[in-house]
């Protein structure tokens, strides 16, 4: 068990470009999530999900946001434009399907932290 | 937006003290989890306690749940300088499996 793996770790971009970061769960987990954390808050919920359907979008997540999980495996977020307000931690978390020994605990990768100067 | 509010924000205690943290939330749940995260880092899952289940042990962690005051404890007994962290209540929103979490109660202890 790898755990959850998010590259890069570290971005820092100016404003107006786009940035893409990859998430990869843990190889039997069928669900996949993306949280926004800013300082000094908890994670909010920017989207889910399962296998390659995405079944939930927060309203966080704006037209300049995008995300995909094109075989079911690993995802990307891509963010359009960047404003200084996309600044924050980007976390992907993973979960096995129902049945299979979880009770809807997730499992978090160590982030991305992205900085628009 | 937050579900949860951790009482208090922060909490600094000495080593071998225990620690409480708690946590109150809006609306009718399954489930409810706590998280660790330490500085910088991911989270860390816990423990999670049903919503028909009062208490639960884990290690020196015990969490309490009161679904009819909608809140929850975190208790780290004999706590060690490596529990300085962040933590994070979370409960799944109905009918979907999005964690909603609180604010946070940051915790520090000193050696």
């Known amino acids: 068990d790898t755990g959850v793996s998010q590259n890069p770790r570290h971005k820092i971009t100016k404003r107006g470009q786009n940035v893409t970061f990859r998430c990869d769960p843990i190889s039997e987990h069928n669900r996949l999530y993306w949280y926004r954390q800013t300082l000094g808050q908890g994670p909010e919920f920017l989207t889910y999900?399962?296998?390659?359907?995405?079944l939930e979008k927060s309203r966080l997540l704006s037209d300049r946001f995008s995300a995909e999980r094109p075989k079911g495996s690993f995802s990307t977020l891509e963010i359009q434009r960047t404003e200084q307000g996309d600044s924050a931690m980007y976390l992907c978390?993973?979960?096995?399907?129902w049945g299979t020994g979880g009770s809807g605990e997730q499992y978090f990768g160590p982030g991305t932290r992205l900085t628009v100067t | 937006s937050q579900q949860g509010e951790e009482d208090p924000q922060a909490l600094s205690i000495q080593e071998g003290e225990n620690a409480t943290m708690n946590c109150s939330y809006k609306?009718?749940?399954?489930?409810l989890q706590w998280y660790r995260q330490n500085s910088g880092r991911g989270l860390v899952h816990l423990i999670l306690?049903?919503?028909?289940?009062r208490e639960k042990h884990s290690g020196r962690l015990r969490v309490t749940l009161d679904t009819s005051k909608k809140s929850s404890s975190l208790l780290i007994t004999a706590s060690r300088a490596a529990d300085t962290a962040s933590y994070f209540c979370?409960?799944?929103?109905?009918?979907?499996?999005?964690?909603?979490f609180g604010t946070g109660t940051r915790l520090q202890v000193f050696p």
């Open positions: 609306t009718s749940i399954n489930n």
């Open positions: 306690i049903r919503s028909n289940e």
């Open positions: 978390a993973s979960s096995p399907p």
């Open positions: 979370a409960t799944p929103s109905y009918n979907t499996d999005k964690l909603i």
């Open positions: 999900f399962q296998n390659e359907a995405q």
